[in-house]
Structure formats: C-alpha cells, structure tokens
C-alpha cells in the first residue's frame, strides 16, 4: 500500500496538475466537477483528466476508506440499509466481493448511491462513479499494482483479505452525507 500510494496515487496526481497547467480553467474546478465535465475538456488534456483525474481522486478516497484499526463492522443507518438492499451485511459483502473478482482487467468495485439507494458498481481503469452521477460509498481497487507484491495473481485472497481493514466509521458518514 506505502508503494501503491508513494508510486501510483503520486503518478496520478503530477499527470492531472501537468494536464491542468495547460488549461488553466481546467484547475479553477473542483476535482468532482472535473470528472463530470471532462468530455467536454479540450482535446489534448481529455484523456489525462478522465485517467489521471479518476486516479487522482479514487485514490483519495481509496485511503480514507481503510483503516488500521482492523475488524471494524459497520453500525448505524448504513447497517439498516444495506440489510434491506443486500439481505445483511455477510450477503453485502459476498456480492461485493463476487463482482471485484469478476472485473476484467483492471478497474474498480464500488458500492454507490444511486438516487437514493445503495448500488454496487463496477467502473474499468480510472472511471469513477461520479462521473455517471453517482456518490461513491466505498471502493476497492484491483488493479493488478493494487495487490501483485503481495498476492501474485490471487486476487480473490487479496479481496478477502481486504475486508479486515474497511474503515466502517468513513464508510457510514460517507452514506450519511449523501443521504443529506
Ligand atoms: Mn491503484
């Protein structure tokens, strides 16, 4: 994780501020509305805003959203919510986890609000979910550079494992304020 953020999360971040500094109107936006507007970006920094700007801003959440203080389990009105969307918190967790194995490729799982209501949601690359208007709640990252030091090509262990670091206090005042 120390590489993942001192190597890639940095490689996002100088290539969204190089991408900006050639438009400079393109950085008087907040990250978020950049991410919803950036098709209509000029042509040369397109790209770099949709890519590095979704690295750049998955990545700050992706930290928020873990936390050392392992084996957390979600409380409050997340809790309620998740059992009438999921069936429970363990089937939340299975359908999450079945669907960040399945992405092909590199990418992202996601559990969003999605007018209201919780949604998972997988988005490949960089894509982020604030781009289709949707809030992200939590995300993982399996991008191969996510977990290959440490899982090689076992990705499933790598999601797994995962789960003992989620960072539930975030996740829940995450889903509070979007409810707002
Ligand atoms: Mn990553």
């Keep these: 994780m120390k590489l993942h953020h001192d190597k890639h999360h940095v490689g996002y971040t100088n290539n969204l501020n190089a991408a900006i500094e050639k438009h400079q109107e393109w950085g008087d936006k907040n990250i978020e509305d950049i991410l919803k507007t950036y098709a209509s970006a000029p042509d040369d920094i397109k790209s770099a805003l949709r890519n590095h700007g979704g690295g750049f801003y998955n990545h700050s959440l992706f930290w928020q959203m873990m936390s050392p203080e392992k084996d957390q389990q979600p409380s409050g009105s997340i809790t309620e919510e998740i059992n009438k969307t999921f069936g429970g918190v363990d089937a939340f967790k299975q ?45 993982l990252d399996v991008w191969e550079h996510a977990y290959y030091l440490q899982y090689l090509s076992d990705r499933g262990s790598y999601v797994d494992a995962w789960w ?15 409810k707002r």
Excluded: Y
């Excluded at 194995?101 to 894509?127: C, H, R, Y």
């Excluded at 206090?169 to 889903?175: K, P, S």
């Design 95 to 139: 359908q999450f986890s079945d669907a960040a194995k399945k992405i092909f490729g590199s990418g992202w799982e996601w559990l969003v609000m999605d007018n209201g209501k919780l949604a998972l949601m997988s988005t490949p690359n960089q894509d982020s979910p604030v781009t289709q208007g949707k809030t992200p709640i939590l995300g």
């Design 164 to 178: 003992h670091v989620v960072n539930w206090g975030d996740v829940a005042e995450r889903f509070d304020s979007a």
